[in-house]
C-alpha cells in the first residue's frame, strides 16, 4: 500500500507517554495537615522547657556566675547550631519529594548524604572549638567569672555536636516521610533524658555546670542511637544502596545548594534578632529589658506556627515529588488557612493575657510600664509573620531555596531601611515597626515568586 512505508503515529505518540513524567496524585485532607502539624508543635514547645529546667537547676545552686554561664553558654550554642539548621529543613525537603516520587533508594540516599554531613560537621566544630569558643566570648563580653564558667560548660557541650546535626537529619528524614509523631517521640525522648539528666548530675552529683553540660552530650548520644534504630527499621530492606547512589553528583550538588540557601537565610534571621537586640540596649536596660521579655511572646507565637510550616514543608515537598499540582495547591491553602487561624487566636490572647504575662516575667515596674507601652506590636507579630512562616515552609519543601534566600535579603534591606528611618522619630516604636516590616515584607514576597515558581515546577509537556 502506498501509506505503508509511513511511520506510524502511533509510534511517537507512544515514545512521548513514556517520557512523560509519572504523576502520583494523593489526597490532602485537614487531618493529614494536623497530624503533622500537631506532634510537631508539641516537639517544639519542649524545646523551651529544656532551657528553663536548666535555669531553674542552676538557680538552685546561688551562684549568679554559674547561673551567667549556662545561659552565655546556651546562646553560643544556639547560634552555633541554628547555623546548621538546614540539616533538619532541607532533608526534610528532599526526602518528601523522593516518597512523592515513589524513589525508595532517593530517601535512602537524602538521609545518607544529610547524615555524613553533619557528623563531618559535627567533627569539624570539635576541631575548632577553640577559636569559635574565643570569638564567642569576645562578642559576648562576658565577666571573668562567667566567663570561666562558659569554658567549663563549652568544653564539654561541644562533644555533643556530631550527635547533634546527626539528630537533625534524622528529624528531617522522618518529618520528609510524614511520620511527625515519630519525630515527636525523638525530639521528647532527648528533651525529657536532658531534663532528668541535669537535675540528677547537679543537684544529687553536685557537678555544676558540668552536669548540665553533660546531661546535653548523653542525652543527644542516646537519641542519635534511638534515631539511627528507628531509621533503620524504617528502611528495613531499603538501608542498602551502593555508595553511587549516596554520592551521585546531582544529588550532592542539589543537596550542598538547597543547604547553602538555607544557611544564608538562617545567618540573614540571626543578624536581624541581633540588630533589634543591639538597637535596644542603646535605648537603655529598661527597653532592653522590656523588648527581651515581649521577644519571648513573639519566640512562643513561631513554636506554634512552626507546626503548620513544618505540614507544609512535609506535603508540598511530597507534591513535587509526585508531579501532582491540586495536592501542593490544597497543602499550601490548608497550613495557610490554619496558620492564619492560629495566629489571630495567639495575637488576641496575647493583647488580652499580655499584662498578666509582663507581671509574671518581671517585677520591676519601670521595665512593666515599658513592655505594656509596646506589647500591641508583640501581639501582633504572630499575624505579621503568618505568611512569611507559611511560605518558608512551601519553598523549603518545593527545594524553591534560591527565592527563598533571595526573598529574605530583599526582606533584610528593607528591614533596615525602615529601623533607619523611623526610629530617630519613633524610637522604640519604630524598632519594632521594622521588625513588622521585616515580616511583612517576607511574606509579601515569597508570596508574590509563589505563582511563578508554581507554574514552572507543575508545566505540563
Do not use: C
Not at 47 to 71: E, N
Not at 174 to 199: D, E, S
Amino acid at each position: 500500500m502506498a501509506g505503508s512505508n509511513r511511520p506510524s503515529p502511533r509510534g511517537p505518540i507512544r515514545l512521548a507517554l513514556n517520557h512523560m513524567p509519572t504523576v502520583r496524585p494523593f489526597t490532602v485532607t485537614h487531618r493529614g495537615v494536623l497530624a503533622i502539624a500537631v506532634p510537631m508543635t508539641i516537639a517544639y514547645l519542649s524545646t523551651p522547657m529544656l532551657g528553663l529546667v536548666d535555669t531553674a537547676v542552676i538557680g538552685q545552686l546561688g551562684r549568679a556566675d554559674l547561673l551567667g554561664g549556662i545561659a552565655v553558654g546556651a546562646v553560643i550554642f544556639d547560634i552555633l547550631f541554628t547555623t546548621f539548621n538546614f540539616l533538619r529543613s532541607g532533608t526534610t525537603g528532599l526526602t518528601a519529594q523522593a516518597l512523592g516520587a515513589d524513589d525508595r533508594t532517593g530517601q535512602t540516599a537524602a538521609l545518607y548524604r544529610a547524615a555524613l554531613i553533619g557528623l563531618a560537621i559535627g567533627v569539624i566544630v570539635i576541631a575548632l572549638q577553640v577559636p569559635l569558643l574565643e570569638t564567642s566570648l569576645v562578642f559576648m563580653g562576658a565577666s571573668p567569672a562567667v566567663e570561666g564558667a562558659v569554658r567549663e560548660y563549652f568544653s564539654i557541650r561541644v562533644l555533643s555536636a556530631p550527635f547533634s546535626l546527626f539528630n537533625y537529619a534524622i528529624l528531617g528524614w522522618f518529618l520528609g516521610l510524614g511520620r511527625a509523631k515519630t519525630g515527636l517521640a525523638l525530639q521528647l525522648l532527648l528533651n525529657v533524658l536532658n531534663m532528668i539528666l541535669n537535675a540528677t548530675f547537679v543537684l544529687w552529683l553536685d557537678w555544676g555546670v558540668a552536669g548540665v553540660a553533660w546531661g546535653t552530650v548523653i542525652g543527644e548520644t542516646v537519641t542519635a542511637v534511638a534515631g539511627a534504630a528507628l531509621a533503620y527499621k524504617a528502611l528495613g530492606t531499603g538501608a542498602r544502596i551502593p555508595w553511587s547512589a549516596v554520592m551521585e553528583r546531582t544529588g550532592l550538588i542539589r543537596t550542598v545548594a538547597v543547604n547553602r540557601d538555607i544557611m544564608i537565610r538562617s545567618f540573614s534571621l540571626l543578624f536581624a534578632f541581633a540588630l533589634f537586640t543591639s538597637v535596644g540596649a542603646r535605648q537603655g536596660d529598661v527597653v532592653l529589658a522590656a523588648n527581651a521579655i515581649l521577644m519571648n511572646f513573639f519566640i512562643f507565637g513561631g513554636y506554634f506556627l512552626d507546626g503548620f510550616a513544618t505540614a507544609a514543608e512535609t506535603l508540598a515537598g511530597r507534591a513535587v515529588g509526585a508531579r501532582y499540582r491540586p495536592a501542593f495547591t490544597r497543602a499550601v491553602n490548608l497550613t495557610l488557612v490554619w496558620g492564619v487561624v492560629l495566629a489571630a487566636g495567639l495575637s488576641a490572647v496575647l493583647l488580652i493575657g499580655g499584662p498578666a504575662f509582663i507581671d509574671l516575667l518581671t517585677t520591676n515596674a519601670d521595665v512593666r510600664e515599658a513592655a505594656r507601652a509596646y506589647l500591641i506590636w508583640a501581639a501582633l507579630t504572630p499575624l505579621f509573620g503568618v505568611f512569611a512562616f507559611e511560605f518558608d515552609g512551601v519553598f523549603i519543601g518545593a527545594t524553591w531555596s534560591d527565592d527563598m534566600r533571595n526573598m529574605m535579603l530583599v526582606s533584610l534591606v528593607v528591614y533596615v531601611i525602615v529601623w533607619q528611618v523611623a526610629t530617630p522619630y519613633l524610637g522604640n516604636h519604630g524598632l519594632w515597626l521594622a521588625l513588622a516590616t521585616f515580616l511583612v515584607v517576607r511574606g509579601a514576597t515569597l508570596a508574590a515568586r509563589y505563582p511563578v515558581r508554581l507554574a514552572r515546577t507543575f508545566a505540563e509537556g
